[in-house]
């Protein structure tokens, strides 16, 4: 059985820095693409970053490109999100999701059929 659970959600103000954790289990995690998500009230949940099975290759968002960065330890079946300069717009419920694919992926929502139940992020001054 597939298990993702996140973890390093926190208050902050603007322009500090988190760092985002995902524990993976029940599957074997270095077959898998990864991605994280991120939800806002009201808003659509939406991809933000991506990586694939081997942590060579990463896609962002435009809205958090260059602030954030995706990595992942195969060893330890643990996906990471380091976030600097938040914004207030970072704020939201992020998700950590196991793609269908492995190697690339994109980070349409469809792809990802693995979720955890997120970890609550809230950027304010």
């Known amino acids: 059985q597939v298990q993702l659970v996140e973890s390093g959600g926190d208050s902050v103000q603007p322009g500090g820095s988190l760092r985002l954790s995902c524990a993976a289990s029940?599957?074997?995690?270095?077959?898998?693409?990864m991605g994280w998500f991120r939800q806002a009230p009201g808003k659509e949940r939406e991809g933000i970053a991506t990586i694939g099975s081997d942590g060579t290759t990463t896609s962002y968002a435009d809205s958090v490109k260059g602030r954030f960065t995706i990595s992942r330890d195969n060893a330890k079946a643990m996906m990471y999100l380091q976030m600097n300069s938040l914004k207030p717009e970072d704020s939201g419920m992020y998700y950590c999701?196991?793609?269908?694919?492995?190697?690339?992926?994109?980070?349409?929502?469809?792809?990802?059929?693995?979720w955890g139940h997120g970890t609550q992020v809230t950027v304010s001054s």
């Open positions: 999701a196991r793609s269908y694919y492995s190697g690339r992926c994109g980070i349409s929502r469809g792809d990802f059929p693995n």
């Open positions: 029940g599957y074997t995690f270095r077959i898998y693409c």
